[in-house]
């Protein structure tokens, strides 16, 4: 099935559980439907099975979501009093659709405790008390973590069932285009490795000591993936100890609930305190606004900037001036919390599972102590081609996935086909008026095309963006000032920003929507202190200005000039 074929079953409000391989779309296919299910003013409520994944698509742990915690199984009791906390209900009784990342990382226990809290909540007898049910994820990747029983996985649990999903399996790649090296996935998603993808596999093999590419000196911080933590501390602290000098330190700063704020914190992939020098590998941990570079760019210190921020040369020769960047916890559109740190790690090395989600271009790869189904796939399937694998060691454990998975995905792969072929019969007015009627129901409004381009309009009402953005942009176009902007939408200053950022990204917004924030008496000045610094970094500009003006409105006025 295609992206496009998947967005459109999604968009009928069917619950589906969106899968494929690794690198075949799922994150960009799931963040277009939520992109689309927003500008109809419909918010959903995103989650994922662990915090890492939390954090990469901006939402809290379904476990958090739901006020289960850590809670290995509950009592009637245990139901009513989640139920009753104040927090909790609200949140699912206000929740429309509700989306689960990583599901392969879920127990059918835990999914079976989440429904039920939802049923009890909405005093509705269906499954999640009758809210749109998103699943995504690949079984074939890391299972839940079994607690020394067998592994129970979420497709076990009688609310799976229950849900009638539609099954929408990608089978595009996007991440490799290495015939030899997707042979060798393919083969160990089948579960039929043979000693020819074994042989080519070995090609890869390095001693621990071997040369790696580098590029004017430097070596390209090409990161070691291992299986346990322990490897990946011992190494990180022994390469950034073999440099000279002592290293300089980055404190993560926060915003929010301490709850809430530890979540971001053990889901984000930059550390609390990052400890930085001179001629260290690293790794970017977040996605550029302006593409310079993504979640998993690789690169190395060069040097510091007049504001004391890291400057890190990319493997592609590009010099990146870097500055902290949020994280953030949103809940029907507004920021319960939010962290601050930049946007780099160590990468010496990291675990299989912090890496799960990521693209590489290349990894040094130990495999000797996988213990794990799915580790050594996970840890392979980063990599976008063999040329880019390095290998150090490999167990027979590592080429395995769950057997039980084997069968199941002829199960899937024969449910998505089927659901294929009903909507390509279906005739397209119906799909449409089924999409029209699901977006009805949630109170949100159908956008059409003609629509999207009066929401471009600030003269014209905006009929195109409901939801977060849209309240944003109505407001600023409304607001006196940056501050009364915050106010009126009981949001912070730096995220009305952020939120302007987006809207310029999408093509959704014009200056005369916001110029007016900026007094005319500072614009210039403001604007002359950007060229001056030479780049469209914020630090250097806001020393330049001695501190005269806030961050937020110096962002401003670079939004202004792109």
Known sequence: MTQGEALQILKTGANVYLTGEPGSGKT???????????????????????????????????????????????????????????????????????????????????????????REVRRVDRPFGGLTVILVGDFFQL?????????????????????????????????????DFLSVLSAIRRGCVEEMHHELLMTRRIEETGDLPSTKGLVLGVPKLFSHNADVDRINAAELAKLPGAPKKFKMSSKGRDSLVEGLMRGCLSPEVLELKEGA?????????????????????????????PIVETKDGLSVSTEPMEWQLEEQGK????????????????????????????????LSKAFEYGQGYVALSRVRRLS?????????????????????????????????????????????????????AMGGAFITESTKHEARNP????????????????????????????????????TIVKHLEELALVGKLVRADFAHLVPETILEEIHEALVETGNERLSPA?????????FETIRLVRLMRQ
């Open 459 to 494: 003269k014209q009402k905006n009929v195109g963006l409901p939801g977060r953005l849209a309240q944003t942009l109505q407001t600023v176009r409304d607001a006196k000032s940056l501050k009364d902007a915050a106010k009126a939408r009981g949001l912070v200053a730096s």
């Open 28 to 118: 960009y296919t799931i963040n277009e439907f939520i992109e689309w299910l927003r500008a109809s003013g419909i918010e959903p409520s995103v989650t994922a099975a662990t915090g890492i994944a939390a954090t990469h698509v901006g939402g809290m742990t379904l476990h958090s979501w739901s006020g289960i915690g850590i809670a290995g199984q509950l009592s009637r009791a245990d139901v009513d009093r989640i139920a009753s906390k104040e927090h909790v209900a609200r949140r699912i009784l206000k929740a429309k659709v509700l989306i689960i990342e990583e599901i392969s990382m879920l127990s059918s226990t835990t999914f079976e405790m989440a429904d039920r809290v939802c």
């Open 388 to 440: 880019g694998l390095y290998l150090t060691g490999l167990n027979s454990r590592a080429l395995e996935v769950h057997p039980e998975i084997l069968q199941k995905d002829v199960d899937f792969r024969a449910a998505s086909g089927a659901a294929q072929s009903a909507f390509r019969d279906m005739p397209e007015a119906e799909v449409l008026a089924m999409q029209k009627k699901f977006v009805k």
């Open 143 to 179: 299972p839940p973590v079994s607690r020394g029983h067998e592994v129970e996985f979420a497709y076990a649990s009688p609310a799976w069932r229950d849900l009638n999903l539609f099954t929408c399996y990608l089978t595009e790649q996007y991440r490799q285009d290495d015939t």
């Open 335 to 366: 920021v319960r919390a939010s962290i601050s740190q930049i946007p780099l790690r160590l990468a010496y090395a990291m675990t299989v599972h912090k890496s799960q989600g990521m693209s590489m271009d290349a990894a040094i790869i130990d």
């Open 542 to 550: 806001f020393h330049a200005l001695h501190g005269r003006h806030s």
């Open 281 to 309: 590998a690293v790794m970017f941990t977040k996605n550029s606004p302006t593409g310079k570079f993504v979640n998993g760019t690789l690169g190395v210190v060069t040097g510091w900037g007049s504001d004391g921020l």
